[in-house]
């Protein structure tokens, strides 16, 4: 066993964090509170393939298709600094650019997967409707074939990047058998008409995400623009949630490191009753769990990734990653707040940020709930 | 035609500190970074190459760990990279750095074997030894011109050279010459970029740097490393602090009024 970063991952760690404190860092307030993703971050993340991060070079990506630890590590240190950014390109590529490349045709990679990996094009998947959240079966959506083209109707809502995608990918019903209802993942381009942004949704955290309702009326797909096979979009749904968890899980890390940090430094710097309150056990209790709560979230991180490279599976252990990471981030921001007292609530301190930011974590890519109810059912089925 | 790089690894700089007992660098636990002048070398080297075409060859000289700087200018763009290490380069002053340089840009040119047009492009100095020495000293060793302080760069036609050089900010010269030629970049050149995700995946997978010991280069004792120093060094020491800061307190015209007091006071005016 070997715990140690290849000297490859070593450098994409560090590029990343260079990267991020130059670009990102003294944005990030700016962008939280007007809700904007700033355009030459932008730019400058999809010359340097954020947005082609795990698909290989032949596709227009970074080449890291292969290496999900190094995937982890740029979602991590990008959700260091802003979990904005690392949601955006974090869901681009691990939900829509890789089952492209996973599951799609040659054509459909050349139509679709390049521009997305080069980041022309800015991707979301779709499988939340109004009634149907943790319970992706009550999907509503639905599509009948008409010559050659699939007509779809219905609505989703709380897409990410759902408002300034070109390509989306729509988990849709289309079909019903008695009781058993037919899914299907659609490859569809935003200009197709009959496709509209609804609402932008204004959130507790992770603002400066887009985050928006969709809605489509009598909007026409080609037919080979399903992804995977029609009638098995959910068993890909599920497998596409199951690698996107593992990059929700590397966003935590980078929280919780992100809250630790500023922490030890606040914690060394501030003085009362004569001493800075590190000194304090009770300040120092909390920087304890703290460590140990985001060491824990960041080796499960890595082994869900690792498990994945190596074609293992990862599903439990990803869920288990992104259920301890998300409460972790939760876990730590919540202590770095409570550490940097009435500071801490004040929007000048980036800890209010991570604090509203991790809380959403533990509520997207399936709720604290919902990942205890899968591994508790894989558990008890399994054994141990 | 093939551009030369020059990088050096050099100690993160905000963390440099000085041993007061045996005055020398305290390097342990210091995070290394590559210059950050010869960022603005391989930036400039890789727009030449995306106008026009060309090789760039990253070329460091120091301890094995070096390696990452080179990987670090592989990832930016830089098509090969050597590193002339050897315990026999250790010590080395910047006479007996630049001496090591130019037999390693020499045996590359050597070895490639053609006659094809070169430059070499350097920090202009490097943020830890900082005696602007090693471009100019180089320029002498392969006997080719040079142009330090360069902060505008242009290359015409097959060989003509224009570079704007700015000594000091009064001191702003334009000058003309041909390849091959030495020149040492400031910071206000350019931009570097960062190398994207790709590159770094990239050099790790399809490119190495190549390691050159002492004889590789047949380089002769007398002239490289220690030996080959000119330099002696008498003592390195943290300046000792003069005087004592002065906080002034007040509104601000009692602040005005106190500080042209002190000034008049220490005949400063
Ligand atoms: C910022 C953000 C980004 C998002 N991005 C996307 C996206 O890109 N694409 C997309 O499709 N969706 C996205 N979502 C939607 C998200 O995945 C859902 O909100 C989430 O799955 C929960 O669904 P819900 O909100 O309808 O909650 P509900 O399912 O209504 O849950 C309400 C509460 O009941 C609990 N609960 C539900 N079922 C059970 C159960 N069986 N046992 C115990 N408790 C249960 C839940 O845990 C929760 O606490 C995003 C959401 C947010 C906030
Ligand atoms: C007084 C003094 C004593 C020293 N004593 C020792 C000693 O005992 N032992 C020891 O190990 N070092 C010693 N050094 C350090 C060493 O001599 C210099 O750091 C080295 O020669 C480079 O000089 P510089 O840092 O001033 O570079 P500069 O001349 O300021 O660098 C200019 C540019 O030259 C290029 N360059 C410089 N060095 C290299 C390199 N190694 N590889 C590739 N390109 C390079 C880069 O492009 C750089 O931007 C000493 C330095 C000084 C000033």
Same mark, same amino acid.
């Given at each position: !066993?070997?715990?140690?970063?290849?000297?490859?991952?070593?450098?994409?760690?560090?590029?990343?964090?260079?990267?991020?404190?130059?670009?990102?860092?003294?944005?990030?307030?700016?962008?939280?509170?007007?809700?904007?993703?700033?355009?030459?971050?932008?730019?400058?993340?999809?010359?340097?393939?954020?947005?082609?991060?795990?698909?290989?070079?032949?596709?227009?990506?970074?080449?890291?298709?292969?290496?999900?630890?190094?995937?982890?590590?740029?979602?991590?240190?990008?959700?260091?600094?802003?979990?904005?950014?690392?949601?955006?390109?974090?869901?681009?590529?691990?939900?829509?650019?890789?089952?492209?490349?996973?599951?799609?045709?040659?054509?459909?990679?050349?139509?679709?997967?390049?521009?997305?990996?080069?980041?022309?094009?800015?991707?979301?998947?779709?499988?939340?409707?109004?009634?149907?959240?943790?319970?992706?079966?009550?999907?509503?959506?639905?599509?009948?074939?008409?010559?050659?083209?699939?007509?779809?109707?219905?609505?989703?809502?709380?897409?990410?990047?759902?408002?300034?995608?070109?390509?989306?990918?729509?988990?849709?019903?289309?079909?019903?058998?008695?009781?058993?209802?037919?899914?299907?993942?659609?490859?569809?381009?935003?200009?197709?008409?009959?496709?509209?942004?609804?609402?932008?949704?204004?959130?507790?955290?992770?603002?400066?995400?887009?985050?928006?309702?969709?809605?489509?009326?009598? !909007?026409?797909?080609?037919?080979?623009?399903?992804?995977?096979?029609?009638?098995?979009?959910?068993?890909?749904?599920?497998?596409?949630?199951?690698?996107?968890?593992?990059?929700?899980?590397?966003?935590?890390?980078?929280?919780?490191?992100?809250?630790?940090?500023?922490?030890?430094?606040?914690?060394?710097?501030?003085?009362?009753?004569?001493?800075?309150?590190?000194?304090?056990?009770?300040?120092?209790?909390?920087?304890?769990?703290?460590?140990?709560?985001?060491?824990?979230?960041?080796?499960?991180?890595?082994?869900?990734?690792?498990?994945?490279?190596?074609?293992?599976?990862?599903?439990?252990?990803?869920?288990?990653?992104?259920?301890?990471?998300?409460?972790?981030?939760?876990?730590?921001?919540?202590?770095?707040?409570?550490?940097?007292?009435?500071?801490?609530?004040?929007?000048?301190?980036?800890?209010?940020?991570?604090?509203?930011?991790?809380?959403?974590?533990?509520?997207?890519?399936?709720?604290?709930?919902?990942?205890?109810?899968?591994?508790?059912?894989?558990?008890?089925?399994?054994?141990? | 035609?093939?551009?030369?790089?020059?990088?050096?690894?050099?100690?993160?700089?905000?963390?440099?500190?000085?041993?007061?007992?045996?005055?020398?660098?305290? &390097?342990?636990?210091?995070?290394?970074?590559?210059?950050?002048?010869?960022?603005?070398?391989?930036?400039?080297?890789?727009?030449?190459?995306?106008? &026009?075409?060309?090789?760039?060859?990253?070329?460091?000289?120091?301890?094995?760990?070096?390696?990452?700087?080179?990987?670090?200018?592989?990832?930016?763009?830089?098509?090969?990279?050597?590193?002339?290490?050897?315990?026999?380069?250790?010590?080395?002053?910047?006479?007996?750095?630049?001496?090591?340089?130019?037999?390693?840009?020499?045996?590359?040119?050597?070895?490639?074997?053609?006659?094809?047009?070169?430059?070499?492009?350097?920090?202009?100095?490097?943020?830890?030894?900082?005696?602007?020495?090693?471009?100019?000293?180089?320029?002498?060793?392969?006997?080719?011109?040079?142009?330090?302080?360069?902060?505008?760069?242009?290359?015409?036609?097959?060989?003509?050279?224009?570079?704007?050089?700015?000594? &000091?900010?009064?001191?702003?010269?334009?000058?003309?010459?041909?390849?091959?030629?030495?020149?040492?970049?400031?910071?206000?050149?350019?931009?570097?970029?960062?190398?994207?995700?790709?590159?770094?995946?990239?050099?790790?997978?399809?490119?190495?740097?190549?390691?050159?010991?002492?004889?590789?280069?047949?380089?002769?004792?007398?002239?490289?490393?220690?030996?080959?120093?000119?330099?002696?060094?008498?003592?390195?020491?943290?300046?000792? &602090?003069?005087?004592?800061?002065?906080?002034?307190?007040?509104?601000?015209?009692?602040?005005?009024?106190?500080?042209?007091?002190?000034?008049?006071?220490?005949?400063?005016?």
């Amino acid at each position: !066993m070997d715990f140690s970063l290849t000297k490859k991952q070593q450098m994409i760690r560090k590029i990343t964090r260079e990267f991020s404190e130059e670009y990102i860092a003294h944005i990030a307030e700016e962008s939280d509170q007007n809700s904007q993703l700033d355009p030459t971050v932008m730019k400058e993340m999809k010359r340097m393939k954020y947005f082609g991060t795990c698909i290989p070079e032949e596709y227009g990506g970074a080449g890291l298709h292969d290496d999900t630890i190094s995937f982890c590590i740029i979602t991590e240190e990008i959700g260091r600094i802003d979990a904005s950014w690392s949601i955006t390109t974090g869901v681009h590529c691990s939900v829509v650019a890789y089952p492209l490349y996973i599951f799609g045709t040659e054509e459909q990679k050349q139509e679709f997967l390049i521009p997305l990996a080069k980041g022309d094009k800015i991707g979301a998947f779709c499988i939340t409707e109004a009634n149907a959240g943790s319970d992706a079966g009550g999907v509503e959506t639905n599509a009948y074939l008409d010559g050659d083209e699939w007509v779809i109707n219905g609505s989703k809502i709380f897409a990410t990047n759902g408002g300034i995608a070109e390509t989306l990918l729509l988990v849709v019903k289309t079909g019903e058998k008695g009781r058993r209802k037919e899914f299907t993942v659609f490859i569809v381009d935003a200009n197709t008409p009959g496709y509209s942004v609804g609402v932008r949704e204004d959130k507790l955290g992770v603002r400066a995400s887009n985050t928006s309702e969709l809605v489509f009326q009598d !909007m026409r797909v080609p037919k080979e623009n399903d992804l995977g096979g029609i009638g098995k979009g959910f068993r890909i749904g599920l497998q596409i949630l199951d690698y996107g968890r593992i990059l929700m899980a590397a966003q935590c890390v980078g929280l919780g490191q992100a809250a630790i940090e500023a922490s030890i430094k606040y914690a060394n710097e501030r003085v009362q009753f004569g001493q800075p309150i590190g000194k304090f056990q009770g300040i120092q209790w909390k920087i304890a769990d703290m460590g140990v709560a985001v060491e824990c979230s960041r080796l499960l991180t890595y082994q869900a990734a690792w498990m994945c490279d190596n074609k293992l599976d990862y599903g439990m252990i990803g869920s288990m990653a992104k259920l301890k990471a998300s409460e972790a981030a939760m876990q730590a921001t919540h202590d770095a707040v409570q550490i940097h007292g009435a500071y801490g609530l004040m929007k000048a301190y980036a800890v209010e940020r991570y604090f509203r930011d991790a809380k959403m974590a533990e509520i997207y890519e399936g709720t604290s709930e919902i990942q205890r109810m899968v591994i508790a059912q894989k558990l008890l089925r399994r054994g141990y | 035609m093939k551009i030369f790089t020059c990088i050096k690894q050099v100690p993160g700089i905000s963390d440099v500190k000085i041993d007061p007992k045996t005055n020398t660098l305290i &390097r342990e636990g210091i995070p290394s970074i590559m210059n950050p002048m010869d960022k603005n070398a391989i930036e400039l080297a890789l727009s030449i190459k995306e106008e &026009r075409g060309a090789e760039i060859i990253a070329i460091s000289m120091g301890p094995p760990q070096a390696e990452n700087v080179l990987l670090e200018a592989l990832s930016m763009g830089a098509d090969k990279a050597y590193l002339l290490t050897d315990r026999a380069f250790a010590g080395a002053d910047t006479l007996a750095t630049s001496h090591a340089l130019a037999l390693g840009i020499k045996k590359i040119l050597k070895d490639s074997d053609s006659n094809e047009k070169y430059m070499v492009i350097c920090g202009t100095q490097a943020i830890d030894g900082d005696t602007a020495q090693v471009g100019p000293e180089l320029a002498e060793d392969l006997d080719i011109p040079q142009i330090t302080y360069v902060q505008k760069f242009e290359l015409k036609g097959d060989d003509k050279v224009i570079a704007e050089r700015a000594f &000091r900010s009064e001191e702003i010269v334009v000058i003309e010459t041909k390849l091959p030629v030495l020149i040492s970049v400031l910071k206000e050149i350019n931009t570097p970029r960062f190398p994207s995700m790709l590159g770094i995946v990239n050099a790790y997978k399809k490119k190495k740097v190549v390691f050159l010991d002492a004889e590789a280069l047949k380089a002769e004792k007398a002239y490289i490393g220690l030996t080959g120093s000119k330099t002696e060094v008498f003592k390195i020491f943290i300046p000792e &602090r003069k005087g004592e800061h002065v906080k002034l307190t007040g509104t601000i015209e009692e602040m005005v009024k106190t500080l042209c007091q002190n000034l008049k006071e220490d005949k400063i005016f």
